[in-house]
């Protein structure tokens, strides 16, 4: 079973555009959820993480908009940039307790910005 | 940062050979994580870690083990490599994750 749903499984942007990617989770228990990026070849590396207890948060280009009622979250890339092609991750975890740091993943979203 | 280093970036083992891949991490962190990364399956946790000589199963952990002798060591081992294991194998210390170590069995 599937607890974490991501959405598009790929995307295409234009230079400068907003790339919007899509996840919604099951587990009300989850607490903590970070998005990664990672590149062909490396491993993924945390980007942007957001906790319940805020609607938003922004760091940079990357915002994370997070929508407890409808268990839903997302990552929005402002002014994308052609760097930026990679595939994104959506995680949750816990966020407390033995299980605190076990994440459970969507299955990505490979994003590609072109010129 | 929290560094997080695996020994080997690419491997080449044969069907039936006993593999381990190692794992190291640098900021005295509690919680490890073994996962694999397939096309289309994205990331499936193998293994877990939550202390020294503890270790719990994750999702997928038929025909691997773990060792953790060392807080700052957690070792992934195939017991007898075979041709479906082969996949990019991902190291976790908390949230950081290691570089990977693409695995192909022959």
């Known amino acids: 079973q599937q607890q974490v749903k991501q959405s598009p499984q790929s995307l295409i942007v234009q230079k400068g555009g907003i790339s919007i990617i899509n996840c919604a989770y099951e587990n009300t228990a989850f607490d903590y959820f970070p998005w990664y990026q990672q590149f062909p070849g490396k491993g993924p590396a945390l980007l942007i993480a957001i906790r319940p207890d805020v609607s938003e948060k922004k760091e940079g280009r990357f915002t994370i908009s997070f929508n407890k009622s409808a268990k839903q979250f997302s990552l929005h890339i402002m002014d994308s940039q052609p760097g930026d092609s990679a595939t994104y991750f959506c995680?949750?975890?816990?966020?407390?307790?033995?299980?605190?740091?076990?994440?459970?993943f969507g299955k990505g979203t490979k994003l590609s910005v072109i010129p | 940062d929290v560094k997080v280093t695996q020994s080997s970036r690419y491997l080449v083992k044969r069907t039936g050979e006993k593999v381990f891949l190692e794992c190291v991490q640098d900021m005295d962190h509690e919680n490890m994580f073994w996962y694999r990364q397939d096309p289309g399956l994205g990331l499936r946790l193998i293994y877990f870690?939550?202390?020294?000589?503890?270790?719990e199963k994750g999702d997928i952990p038929e025909g691997y083990s773990v060792s953790r002798e060392k807080k700052e060591r957690f070792s992934l081992i195939l017991e007898s490599a075979s041709t479906n294991q082969t996949s990019m194998y991902l190291c976790?210390?908390?949230?950081?994750f290691g570089s990977g170590t693409r695995l192909t069995v022959v």
């Open positions: 870690s939550y202390d020294v000589k503890m270790k």
């Open positions: 976790a210390s908390s949230f950081t």
């Open positions: 995680a949750a975890s816990p966020g407390s307790g033995a299980g605190s740091y076990q994440l459970t």
